[in-house]
């Protein structure tokens, strides 16, 4: 550590004495900005396997900015940092550059921050907002298939599968008395039905949204988190059915939780 308590390197790269000058500036800083310093002091001499870690947690911090660290010195670092390039090459694992999240973390300082950051930089955020993802609806729809099928091949094949509508044929034939009415009633010779065709439906629209505008940059998390909040809904009802004694329906819901997590895994943005 230095004698102000900044972080210093002992490797004599252009990277390190790089960053050896931003930590000669004002002394108000935080401590995420040291953070941050020292992290890109380590990035820029790190192996191309590193790189990508080490970048995607200078861009997690650098969105922290905005929140924890609006001084006026924070925006005098961060234009150094873009002004002298330090940032130049430093990519996380999605592919964004750390000179983006420094830029944005720049104009969510506010004014008058905000008009200081190079037209060059502005553009450079434009074009990464607007970037559009591959969208792999070829093994997306594959799967999301073959979840559907088979939720329906233990729907339909679960014990009761004359009751989907109702009592039963034998009831209203009078040749077995009818169940009492009531919610445990109706529960269990419509309502697992109902909850299972409410996951098929949610694991359809969620794939119309992944094939239609999931390519997009800002929707994909959201398509993504439609996607895992399915799988967890359908673990939980798969549970509950089991414990219930609804094996058929219960199992269906399974597949169609294991349909939907598929998918969210599948649509991890490369």
């Avoid at 992290?39 to 200078?58: F, H």
């Avoid at 060059?120 to 970037?131: F, G, K």
């Avoid at 929707?219 to 988190?225: A, F, I, K």
């Amino acid at each position: 550590m230095g004698a102000r308590g900044y972080p210093t390197v002992m490797r004599s790269s252009p990277g390190a004495e790089a960053i050896r000058e931003i930590n000669d500036g004002p002394p108000a800083r935080s401590e995420l900005v040291d953070r941050i310093t020292s992290l890109i002091t380590e990035a820029r001499t790190a192996s191309d396997d590193q790189q990508p870690d080490m970048a995607g947690a200078i861009n997690e911090l650098m969105a922290r900015l905005p929140a924890e660290a609006t001084s006026e010195e924070t925006a005098v670092w961060l234009l150094r940092l873009l002004d002298d390039g330090h940032l130049d090459g430093l990519r996380d694992e999605a592919g964004q550059p750390s000179s983006v999240a420094a830029t944005r973390a720049l104009l969510g300082l506010g004014y008058p921050h905000a008009m200081q950051v190079p037209p060059e930089r502005l553009e450079a955020l434009r074009r990464w907002e607007r970037r559009t993802l591959p969208v792999p609806w070829g093994p997306l729809v594959g799967t999301l298939l073959l979840a559907a099928m088979m939720q329906c091949f233990f729907v339909l094949m679960s014990d009761q599968p004359r009751q989907l509508f109702g009592v039963s044929a034998e009831c209203l034939a009078g040749e077995v008395p009818c169940p009492p009415a009531g919610l445990s009633a109706w529960f269990r010779y419509e309502g697992q039905y109902l909850v299972s065709t409410g996951l098929f439906l949610e694991n359809v629209l969620a794939g119309v949204a992944a094939v239609t505008v999931g390519r997009l940059q800002k929707v994909r998390p959201r398509v993504r988190l439609g996607f895992l909040g399915v799988g967890v809904l359908g673990l939980l009802t798969w549970g509950a059915l089991l414990a219930l004694g609804y094996a058929g329906v219960g199992w269906g819901a399974f597949m169609s939780a294991a349909g939907a997590l598929a998918a969210w895994r599948i649509l991890k943005v490369p």
